[in-house]
T-cell receptor, first 117, second 114 residues
Framework: NAGVTQTPKFRVLKTGQSMTLLCAQD?????MYWYRQDPGMGLRLIHY???????AKGEVPDGYNVSRLKKQNFLLGLESAAPSQTSVYFC????????????????FGDGTRLSIL | GDSVTQMEGPVTLSEEAFLTINCTYT??????LFWYVQYPGEGLQLLLK?????DKGSNKGFEATYRKETTSFHLEKGSVQVSDSAVYFC?????????????FGEGTQLTVNP
């Protein structure tokens, strides 16, 4: 039961470097999400996807890009890392019953702890 | 827009004490409500949910009732254990919003001492 798998688990970057966080789910979920978790602020949605080949902005999208080329994968990219992007990043996925239907719970990965110096 | 407000933490209790974590929400539509729990070093796990007014979600001794009249979804447990020490998040998802996006509260850190 892999569920949602995030790679890597930890990473330290220097300001200006780029990197990609990978999220993979094996539950055939339509929806996938990227969040960041900062102390005292709960989780904030960065970007999300409602299906293969589609992405949309969340609450805090600036400085991040995403891609969903395959249904099971959702990639989060930082083109030029900044210290303000030091955070714990979580990926999640859920079933889709369509807009207007009862929303299904999201399943989360274990997170990627990213530090930018 | 939608928002969720949780009681401020951290909360420290002795084992077997009664727990209440308050959660209130504002939503433009008719949301589903969730409690998630995060144990140290792990991701969030769904604890319980409720999808319509007066529904009671329950799991592992925890309960929460969807109160539309007070826009609340307070989490309760009659007797906490050391193993319940974690961060608890209240969240909502508006069924009229595409992508089943969740809006989270700030989280409440619970520590249970033996």
């Amino acid at each position: 039961n892999a569920g949602v798998t995030q790679t890597p688990k930890f990473r330290v970057l220097k300001t200006g470097q780029s990197m990609t966080l990978l999220c993979a789910q094996d539950m055939n979920h339509e929806y996938m999400y990227w969040y960041r978790q900062d102390p005292g602020m709960g989780l904030r949605l960065i970007h999300y996807s409602v299906g293969e080949g589609t992405t949309a902005k969340g609450e805090v999208p600036d400085g991040y890009n995403v891609s969903r080329l395959k249904k099971q994968n959702f990639l989060l990219g930082l083109e030029s890392a900044a210290p303000s992007q030091t955070s714990v990043y979580f990926c999640a996925s859920s079933y889709s019953l369509g807009t207007g239907e009862i929303n299904q719970p999201q399943h989360f990965g274990d997170g990627t702890r990213l530090s930018i110096l | 827009g939608d928002s969720v407000t949780q009681m401020e933490g951290p909360v420290t209790l002795s084992e077997e004490a009664f727990l209440t974590i308050n959660c209130t929400y504002t939503a433009t539509g008719y949301p589903s409500l969730f409690w998630y729990v995060q144990y140290p070093g792990e991701g969030l796990q769904l604890l319980l949910k409720a999808t319509k007014a007066d529904d009671k979600g329950s799991n592992k001794g925890f309960e929460a009732t969807y109160r539309k009249e007070t826009t609340s979804f307070h989490l309760e447990k009659g007797s906490v254990q050391v193993s319940d020490s974690a961060v608890y998040f209240c969240a909502l998802s508006d069924r009229e919003t595409s992508g089943s996006r969740l809006t989270f509260g700030e989280g409440t850190q619970l520590t249970v001492n033996p």
